[in-house]
């Protein structure tokens, strides 16, 4: 059989060429991310699980940040407090260091009027109390209309009798000598009468001072230049005075002279148990009394008159009560007006 030999170009030799039109299969599409991850809810448990797993690390974290932070001393800023402006500490500034005391008389009774009206048996008859003064001193104040403090009334109240009426300055005559005072004759205050007399003065005018600890306190009254008169307990008739206060072991019973002589000298009390007490304990006496006074020289009655009149202007005939803040900084002291109350 003869060999029959294909020529280029024709069907037979096409026929083992694959034909161009011959469709090519394409593979199925690639599945989406979603798809590929989330045929067992991989995808969402895997990312709620790792959310879970770094607020849980971060939990841990801060708990033990927090409990590291506990270990440490605390540093933390000095907490800060209102306080009361009435009292010892007046402008609400603290104290400076006292040697340690454990309890300085800052802290303490902190309202001095309050502590004097509360001393007495009845604070609700201080209106009687004041009319009582006032018929005591009405042979001194013949309009009877003296303004009267409510803490001198109830400092003057707590001193016995006798001692009040010699420390208000009313003195019964001897002999067949007129009385100044108590038997209806004229009498003849210190300082005369009115507001502007010592009398009027000391009825009216209420000191404060802002101390820490009896010590302090004693040096204060040593710069104003102040004597001290302390009643004796329990019958608080007769006092120990103290004229020096840097020297207290100088020390004797007062006498009638002595309580003339200070009757015409402005004065304050201070009667709160723990003031007292820590400058009984200062001066070095073996009783506790219930109440100190403390009597100025003309100079300082002087100069708390001239900052009562400069303030606002008004005249002594027009004050019901002046209050008085006194400080001494490098041994001179200072006073300012700290409230007044006109007449009604």
């Not at 959310?51 to 907490?79: C, N, T, Y």
Request: aromatic share 6%; proline share 7%; glycine share 10%.
């Amino acid at each position: 059989m003869a060999d029959v030999t294909p020529t280029p170009g024709s069907r037979i030799a096409d026929s083992k060429q694959p034909s161009k039109s011959t469709a090519v299969i394409e593979p199925p599409p690639e599945e989406e991310f979603w798809d590929r991850y989330n045929k067992r809810l991989e995808f969402p448990l895997s990312s709620v699980a790792a959310v879970l797993l770094h607020v849980g690390v971060a939990a841990l974290l801060v708990f033990a940040l927090v409990r590291l932070m506990d270990k440490d001393e605390d540093k933390s800023g000095v907490p800060v407090k209102l306080v009361n402006l009435a009292g010892l500490d007046d402008e609400g500034e603290g104290s400076s260091g006292s040697g340690g005391i454990d309890d300085p008389i800052v802290r303490t009774d902190n309202d001095p009027v309050r502590s004097a009206i509360d001393s007495l048996p009845d604070p609700s008859k201080l209106p009687e109390i004041k009319e009582n003064l006032r018929q005591s001193i009405k042979y001194l104040d013949p309009t009877g209309n003296m303004p009267i403090s409510d803490a001198n009334a109830a400092a003057y109240q707590g001193l016995e009798e006798s001692l009040r009426k010699k420390l208000l300055g009313a003195r019964q005559g001897s002999g067949n000598e007129k009385g100044s005072g108590y038997d209806g004759s004229a009498g003849k205050g210190p300082g005369g009468t009115g507001a502007d007399s010592t009398l009027g003065r000391n009825m009216r005018w209420v000191l404060r001072f802002k101390v820490n600890g009896g010590r302090d306190y004693l040096d204060q009254l040593h710069a104003m230049g102040a004597k001290l008169l302390i009643p004796i307990p329990p019958e608080n008739s007769k006092c120990i005075m103290i004229e020096d206060i840097r020297n207290p072991g100088n020390q004797r019973v007062a006498t009638d002279g002595d309580l003339s002589a200070m009757a015409a000298q402005v004065k304050f009390s201070d009667t709160r148990p723990g003031v007292v007490r820590e400058v009984a304990a200062a001066l070095g006496l073996d009783f506790t009394p219930k109440t100190f006074w403390a009597f100025f020289p003309k100079n300082v009655e002087e100069e708390l008159a001239r900052k009562e009149t400069q303030h606002r202007n008004r005249r002594a005939d027009d004050i019901e009560e002046t209050i008085f803040r006194v400080a001494v900084r490098g041994g001179a002291f200072e006073i300012l007006v700290d409230e007044q109350k006109l007449k009604r």
